[in-house]
């Protein structure tokens, strides 16, 4: 097994270190919170995007692509979101040598870009449902301290669903298709996470109801890495978005929308790695299998010949593989740089393989070696991928569900929250009334993450704050 203490104790410096020696981005752009895709981080964003548009495709949702810019008076029409949204908008105040008549907002999210073109596309029932996505930079001036790729103010990587419908109802079904397709998601990324319903005072301004993913990072904070909202009518109201429903009236179409982002590649790198660097989950990794000859005097022409067919086998049948042929790198250092970017599988050939007509295996997980004939890889390697991505995901739940604890009663939760490092989610039984949620934030020190969706019944227990009957769980976490 792979030491993760560093991993676990300085989280946050690992976190920094591995982005950067792994290649994956460059924070030093010159602007804050904007950073640069180098080619194997670029990869690896680009793996994990095709599996989200693979997923939307299957289910009846469109690519699109709005532009970037929205007019203030666009912006400002749905009163609750320009509200939330005023503090963090970059605005084009000048063009060339002029100052603007209208200045112009970078967006930050996309239901005002959206919304007056919808109101030209949907005349009738029969345009309905709709579904597009795009997948776009949007700007957020982030006050709290910017993190790569956790709190950026450009996201470049802001994949957003717009969706509209004929009812209310249809409007839900889609929430609950949203949280099946994110649900595929992040178990393919064998990330762990767990749904809330957001309290009202920290829903997405303008949203009937907010439910959001968030996973547990190594610390014990929270990351929310995915968010789906039922707009109802609110935006189709503000925009005018108005269909002649089955029965020849009028109505406003009821909209959800749904988003992820790069928050999704940091929770990819941050749960599986380990003190060594990026641990890949096989479905993600750009680089499946690294071959690494092992030359020794008198066997270069053997060893390098027998890699280099290897290497044209396992392209034919599909796997990406790299093979590292620099000369002026020792094996060992070799090891070390494709340990480092995560490469789930490491083939070693050597004197004795040629010999033996075999080939050694590595895994990335465990640094467990297995030999085996070299004609029987094309079987074991697909098996042993498998067996990969499983073994980080059981790990990862594992670590996740310790993390989660239910209490009854605040001073217990209180002597808990004192005595644990990297805390993790605690519940508290709660009545739902906004006045006891916001207690428990305070008197925890924590952020509310909301109550469980789908939704729990409580059972017999007394609110932790009021003693009221308790509703269900008020979950409560330390959030990046
Ligand atoms: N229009 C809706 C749905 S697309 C929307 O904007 N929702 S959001 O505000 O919750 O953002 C969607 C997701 O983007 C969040 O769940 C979060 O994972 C991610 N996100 C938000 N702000 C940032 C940021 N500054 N840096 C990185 N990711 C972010
Ligand atoms: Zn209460």
Redesign the pocket.
């Known amino acids: 097994m792979v030491e993760r203490e560093t991993w676990r104790k300085s989280f946050s410096e690992w976190f920094h270190d591995v982005i950067f020696r792994a290649e994956l981005l460059d924070y030093r752009y010159p602007i804050k919170g904007c950073g640069v895709w180098l080619p194997y981080g670029f990869k690896l964003r680009n793996k994990i995007l095709s599996i989200i548009r693979r997923l939307l495709d299957e289910t009846g949702h469109e690519e699109v692509l709005f532009p970037l810019l929205i007019t203030e008076s666009m912006l400002g029409k749905e009163a609750e979101h320009v509200e939330s949204f005023s503090s963090q908008v970059f605005w084009v105040t000048r063009a060339g040598r002029e100052e603007l008549a209208e200045k112009l907002a970078l967006r930050p999210?996309?239901?005002t870009a959206i919304a007056p073109m919808l109101k030209l596309w949907i005349r009738s029932h029969a345009n309905l449902p709709k579904r597009i996505y795009q997948i776009v930079s949007t700007f957020?001036y982030?006050t709290k301290a910017t993190r790569p790729?956790?709190?950026?103010?450009e996201?470049t990587t802001?994949k957003?669903?717009h969706t509209c419908h004929e009812s209310f109802e249809e409007a839900e079904e889609q929430v609950r298709t949203a949280v099946k397709i994110y649900s595929k998601f992040f178990d393919e990324l064998a990330v762990p996470y767990i749904i809330s319903k957001r309290p009202e005072w920290d829903k997405?301004a303008g949203a009937l109801y907010?439910l959001?993913y968030d996973t547990i990072f190594p610390d014990g904070r929270t990351l929310?890495?995915?968010?789906i909202?039922n707009l109802g009518q609110n935006f189709s109201k503000a925009f005018e978005i108005v269909f002649e429903t089955r029965e020849g009236k009028h109505d406003y179409v009821w909209q959800t929308?749904?988003?992820?982002?790069?928050?999704v590649v940091a929770a990819t790198i941050a749960i599986h790695g380990d003190d060594r660097g990026l641990v890949l989950p096989p479905t993600v990794a750009p680089i499946q299998v690294v071959i690494i000859p092992i030359p020794y005097k008198g066997f270069e022409e053997a060893v390098l010949s027998k890699v280099k067919s290897l290497a044209e086998g396992l392209k034919r049948e599909g796997f990406t593989v790299e093979v590292d042929l620099r000369e002026k790198y020792t094996p060992g250092s070799k090891f070390y740089e494709w340990e480092l970017r995560g490469v789930p599988v490491r083939i070693e050939v050597g004197p004795r393989d040629v010999e033996n007509r075999t080939v050694t295996m590595v895994r990335r997980d465990s640094l467990e070696r297995t030999v085996i004939p070299e004609d029987e890889v094309y079987k074991a390697l697909p098996k042993l991928l498998s067996e990969i991505q499983e073994a980080l995901r059981e790990r990862a739940l594992k670590e996740f569900k310790e993390k989660i604890k239910r209490f009854t009663d605040l001073g217990e939760a209180l002597t808990f929250i004192k005595n644990t490092g990297r805390l993790g989610i605690i519940e508290l039984p709660w009545c739902e009334k906004n006045e006891c949620g916001i207690r428990m934030e305070e008197e925890t020190g924590l952020k509310a993450l909301g109550t469980p969706y789908p939704e729990e019944e409580a059972g017999n227990v007394r609110c932790a704050i009021c003693g009221g009957e308790a509703k269900s769980f008020l979950r409560l976490s330390r959030q990046y």
Do not use: D, K, M, V
């Not at 929310?224 to 968010?227: A, F, K, S």
């Not at 929308?257 to 928050?263: A, L, Q």
């Open positions: 999210t996309s239901e957020r982030e790729l956790i709190r950026i103010r996201i802001f957003e669903a997405f907010s959001a929310q890495i995915g968010t909202h929308c749904y988003g992820i982002s790069e928050r």
